[in-house]
């Protein structure tokens, strides 16, 4: 019911930035929590970030606290996830996730995903 689309990876260098936008086609964009996860080769999926649905809590993992910010326009449907100082262990491929009601840090815990969004990091 909900389709998930990413954008905004890239290859950049050791301390660049990036922003990844993710769009819902949800007109009730507002009752999910949304999260972004990502995932590496060889290694297993982990949490990056979550926004409630109205955006008043944000949660981050703690390797990216400090230097990632989730937020999101419900006017637009889309989640946002600004990336700063990049490091090349940020290399992974990053998921948008959507689940009614709050959102959570678990990744089996949603119901939709986007197809992803590569964002490789070179030191």
């Known amino acids: 019911q909900v389709q998930l689309v990413e954008s905004g990876g890239g290859l950049v260098q050791a301390g660049d930035s990036l922003r990844l936008s993710c769009t819902a086609s949800?007109?009730?964009?507002?009752?999910?929590?949304m999260g972004w996860f990502r995932q590496a080769p060889g290694k297993e999926r982990e949490f990056v970030a979550a926004v409630s649905g109205g955006g008043a809590y944000t949660d981050y993992a703690d390797s990216v606290k400090g230097r990632f910010t989730i937020s999101r326009d419900n006017t637009k449907n889309t989640v946002y996830l600004q990336m700063n100082s990049l490091k090349p262990e940020d290399t992974a491929v990053y998921y948008c996730?959507?689940?009614?009601?709050?959102?959570?840090?678990?990744?089996?815990?949603?119901?939709?995903w986007g197809q992803g969004t590569q964002v490789t990091v070179s030191s």
């Open positions: 996730a959507a689940q009614f009601g709050r959102a959570s840090t678990q990744w089996n815990d949603y119901n939709y």
């Open positions: 949800r007109r009730t964009f507002s009752s999910y929590g």
